[in-house]
């Protein structure tokens, strides 16, 4: 198989005819033969053969051809000056690029020009700005499994140089904390575990790496030029994964020895933060909204930062909410400061706006990649640093942030005594040093400005010394400078004058002065081009030296425009201080007076506020009408806990929480984009993790739970979790359901509470009150959300009147609806066993069976009926001819409706009875949703019409 990446089989099989370049080619796809190789000729990054056509293919450029004495190759370039856009195309491609630079002169080089491979740009290792976006955090990650079960992680940020570590217990553990950290690429071997990401859209990239990363040796040789191996690394496990990221770090940026600018590794415990797996932040949508009208999330709610290096914080932030109470007050104390103090807060963004994004920067300065620009946008954003000193003097709970705001004057002063403020981007051309830093610099620099006044003042000197008028002097680059004389003039000209080059109309001189003087003037200015690049890279290494002072810094100013931002959000958006509770299970419940959805509130235009009154322990089951609010309000209620937590006020008008360790939510199967694997099984398996991990102190939401399902098993299992929830978990939870049934359990449990939504209706209008209030709701309005929906009249009349049909016969059979209800509607949960056998009792077998697909899809109250009750199949027809006879019995019209409908009079045909029957028996009724139903209805109508 042919591939873009490895040597080229067309030219491996002519290895030896090879001109010398394909040659140097060749070797280098050998020796990077997981990469694509873009090998530079001149102002191109060059691809020949296949990797040639995926270049041209995907950064849709021309496909050439290179033809020499062995033979044509495919050839596709793209222009250096502007390659990021194009890289930035194969790396999102998913192919790692192995940039192969020419490192020497070409003008210099005899023969072959010397190349090798610089970096190799893959999506958890770009350093490259222009294919990184601002604030963002990219990491490389991978995994080992230990010895002892478990996993150790490491992931490292190769553009800022942030590195960590940390333990998992087992492959769920370490699925939920993979998705958190949400690398761009997960390094995996033979040995190592690999991980499917829960959301493939946002997942990573795996990059099969040689097993031999992994190597404990290895490892520990890569660590020990970062830490002490086996220090505050805990796991052999943990330095292995380490080793193996920061190994494939240092190899992808072309650097022989570690990446001195990932000056700490720090190791964390998963408990040390709220954990939210997958599931939540995905449904919580905390970074991601991909579902219905996909908007906004809650960290474009949260993110009013200044600078990237704010941004990149708050999603730390928001990706790990704290759990030790007192640093989650230290970060409100802030906040609280922050909104009072509005006039210090705009001084501070003012100020913080103009912050570089120190931390890549400094990785940059540390590589030695950074250039004269970065080294004046990092003294830009040093030189900010005294003025938000000044404004936080008086705040005193900022002072943990002013006392960190070191001003590192030292690096500052030397920038700016030694870089020009407005730097090209070349390095080795002049014009970054300014004057007066360096006396050797200025001497050359006088030196050449003192020839070029010479030679400037040589003209005039020169046409009065021979008297030609039109003498000029000038300069070119093959020739430097010269005297020109025009042909009439040329007996004038005086004997020093040595002929240099002869023109149609003229000839060109130099004297011996002139000749001097141009090799003055060129031996300084190139002397100087060099010196100042010399400088600049000393004045690089100074900078370089501070880098752990300037992330100190970076750090310092990242959370403190974090806490301005979220200071500003509290502001505007109206939110309060929360409050915790001293920590003790027995009062850790949840109370939020007038609570809203953070980002719900902003795109509605009036959110009706909730209150939120859950003891610990306690389970609020939440029905209410479709549409009405129910995930909406348990979503709210997390994202004020979670908020809480990174340090943040809250929408509510009170907030009393507790201090949750995680937050575990599961949202029914329709509910969620998941794709791949049957959504019913990821919904269980999730569901397996919360009863497994949920504790006391943790935050549960269900939502629809079960609803993937039979709604008899899919009751029954969300039953049987409610009560282990509660039972066994204590953790305190909110259910939304759609299952009446479940509602009964608050009868029998102390500890379980009903809540519902909900709605008033007029005709056909439903009216939602977005209101939480006690006791349980009966009405589903389904059928009113379908055809609000745009599901057809015939579909929406036809639901109605079975749906009244049934209603019809459970009056008849005196039944009614036990449970509170909160709106006057007949509803599903008032069905009883007895609306069953009166559909039989009307008489048509069929009938029954079609009835019965209407209340199994609705009715939620099956599991507590007789066995035989629910097995409604049992009774069906037995055979296809039996199925032609009931239906042949019946009218038409009473079987589905329509009575003026024409088809009615038309003969049945008996061949579609059969299949009609047939599909019948063979339906999977109480599998089926019920639109799934009423579709199924409609199409065996449409078989019987046709
Ligand atoms: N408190 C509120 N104030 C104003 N509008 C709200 C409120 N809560 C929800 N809504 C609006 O109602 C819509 C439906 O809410 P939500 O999805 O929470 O309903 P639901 O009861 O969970 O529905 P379903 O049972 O169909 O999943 C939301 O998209 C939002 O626009």
């Known amino acids: 198989m042919t591939t873009a990446t490895g040597p080229p089989s067309t030219m491996a099989e002519k290895e030896d005819e090879l001109t010398p370049m394909l040659s140097q080619y060749l070797e280098l796809c050998e020796a990077h033969d997981e990469a694509l190789v873009l090998f530079q000729v001149g102002d191109f990054y060059e691809a020949f053969c296949e990797a040639a056509e995926v270049v041209a293919r995907i950064c849709e450029v021309t496909l050439t051809q290179r033809e020499d004495s062995t033979g044509t190759y495919p050839m596709a370039g793209i222009p250096i000056d502007n390659a990021s856009s194009y890289l930035e195309r194969l790396v999102e491609a998913d192919y790692r690029v192995a940039i192969a630079d020419q490192v020497e002169d070409a003008e210099a080089a005899t023969g072959l020009v010397d190349r090798a491979v610089t970096r190799v740009i893959t999506p958890g290792t770009v350093v490259e700005e222009e294919l990184l976006a601002s604030g963002t955090t990219n990491y490389v990650a991978s995994a080992v499994e230990s010895q002892q079960g478990g996993f150790g992680i490491a992931a490292v940020d190769v553009s800022t140089g942030e590195c960590f570590v940390t333990s998992v217990a087992d492959r769920a553990g370490l699925a939920e904390e993979l998705d958190r950290i949400a690398p761009s690429e997960l390094l995996v071997a033979p040995e190592t575990p690999t991980v499917t990401p829960a959301d493939a859209a946002t997942g990573w990239m795996e990059t099969e790496v040689d097993r031999t990363l992994f190597d404990h040796e290895a490892a520990i040789d890569c660590l020990s030029a970062y830490v002490d191996p086996d220090g505050r690394l805990a796991t052999d496990a943990e330095r292995r994964a380490c080793g193996a990221v920061l190994a494939y770090a240092e190899y992808t940026q072309g650097d022989d020895g570690s990446l001195d600018y990932v000056s700490r590794i720090r190791r964390y415990e998963q408990q040390e933060h709220l954990r939210l797996d997958a599931a939540a932040l995905r449904s919580l949508e905390l970074f991601e909204n991909r579902g219905l009208g996909a908007g906004d999330t809650l960290f474009d709610v949260i993110d009013e930062s200044a600078s990237a290096l704010g941004r990149r914080c708050l999603t730390r932030w928001l990706r790990r909410p704290l759990v030790e109470r007192r640093a989650i007050e230290t970060r409100l104390d802030a906040v609280d400061a922050l909104v009072e103090a509005s006039v210090e807060r705009a001084e501070l963004q003012d100020g913080l706006a103009d912050a570089y994004d120190l931390e890549r920067l400094v990785s940059r300065v540390s590589r030695g990649r950074a250039n004269a620009r970065d080294l004046r946008a990092l003294q830009a954003t040093l030189s900010v640093v005294p003025d938000l000193v000044e404004t936080l003097d008086g705040i005193d709970a900022l002072a943990p942030y002013r006392e960190r705001l070191d001003p590192l004057q030292e690096i500052a002063d030397l920038i700016e005594s030694a870089i020009v403020d407005e730097p090209p981007t070349e390095l080795t051309e002049g014009g970054v040093i300014k004057p007066s830093f360096d006396a050797d610099l200025d001497e050359l620099r006088t030196t050449e ?71 003055e003037i060129f031996g300084a200015a190139e002397r100087a081009d060099s010196l100042e690049y010399e400088l600049f890279c000393e004045v690089r290494s100074e900078v370089a030296a501070e880098t752990e002072r300037i992330q100190a810094l970076a750090t310092a100013i ?217 006791g349980a709701s009966s009405a589903s309005y389904g059928i009113e959300v379908a055809r609000m929906a745009g599901v057809p009249e015939t579909v929406v009349d036809r639901a109605r009147s079975v749906v009244e049909s049934a209603n019809g016969s459970r009056a008849e059979s005196g039944s009614a609806g036990s449970q509170p209800t909160a709106t006057a509607d007949q509803t599903p949960t008032d069905r009883t066993p007895d609306a069953h056998s009166e559909m039989k009792r009307d008489g048509s077998g069929t009938a029954t069976d079609s009835a019965n697909e209407q209340t199994g899809a609705v009715d939620n109250d099956r599991p507590s009926y007789p066995e035989e009750e629910l097995d409604v199949g049992a009774e069906e027809a037995d055979s296809e001819a039996e199925a032609a006879d009931h239906r042949a019995s019946y009218p038409d019209e009473e079987f589905f409706g329509g009575a003026a409908d024409p088809a009615v009079d038309d003969p049945l045909d008996e061949e579609s009875m059969v299949r009609v029957a047939v599909a019948l028996r063979a339906a999977d009724v109480a599998s089926m949703t019920p639109l799934e139903a009423l579709n199924t209805l409609d199409e065996l109508r449409s078989e019987l019409r046709e």
């Open 449 to 519: 400005r003192e020839g070029r006044q010479w030679v400037a003042e040589l003209e005039a000197a020169e046409r009065e010394r021979t008297g030609i008028d039109s003498l000029s002097v000038g300069h070119n680059q093959v020739h430097g400078y010269y005297i020109e004389v025009t042909n009439p003039n040329l007996d004038q000209v005086p004997d020093d004058y040595t002929r240099r080059q002869t023109l149609k109309n003229s000839e060109r001189f130099y004297t011996p002065e002139l000749k001097e003087r141009e090799n």
């Open 558 to 774: 990242a959370e403190l425009d974090a806490v301005c931002a979220l200071s500003t959000v509290a502001a505007a958006g109206d939110y309060i201080r929360p409050q915790f509770h001293d920590g003790s299970v027995e009062t850790g419940g949840i109370s939020i007076e007038g609570g809203r959805h953070p980002v719900v509130e902003t795109t509605q235009e009036s959110f009706v506020p909730n209150d939120a009154d859950l003891s610990q322990g306690e389970v609020a089951i939440i029905t209410g009408p479709n549409m009405s609010g129910k995930s909406t309000y348990m979503r709210q209620v997390a994202l004020t806990c979670l908020l809480a937590q990174i340090g943040s006020f809250v929408p509510a008008e009170a907030a009393e929480l507790p201090v949750l360790d995680r937050i575990f939510t599961r949202v029914g199967a329709s509910d969620d984009i998941a794709g791949g694997e049957s959504t019913f099984m990821r919904e269980m398996s999730e569901l397996t993790e919360i009863l497994h991990d949920a504790t006391e102190e943790s935050l549960v939401l269900l939502d629809e739970v079960g609803r993937g399902t039979s709604t008899a098993d899919g009751l029954a299992i969300a039953q049987a979790t409610t009560e282990f929830i509660h039972d066994e978990l204590g953790a305190t939870t909110l259910f939304a359901t759609h299952y009446h049934g479940l509602t009964a359990l608050a009868d029998e449990r102390e500890g379980v509470v009903n809540r519902h939504f909900a709605a008033t209706r007029e005709g056909d209008e439903v009216t939602f009150l977005h209101r939480v209030a006690p």
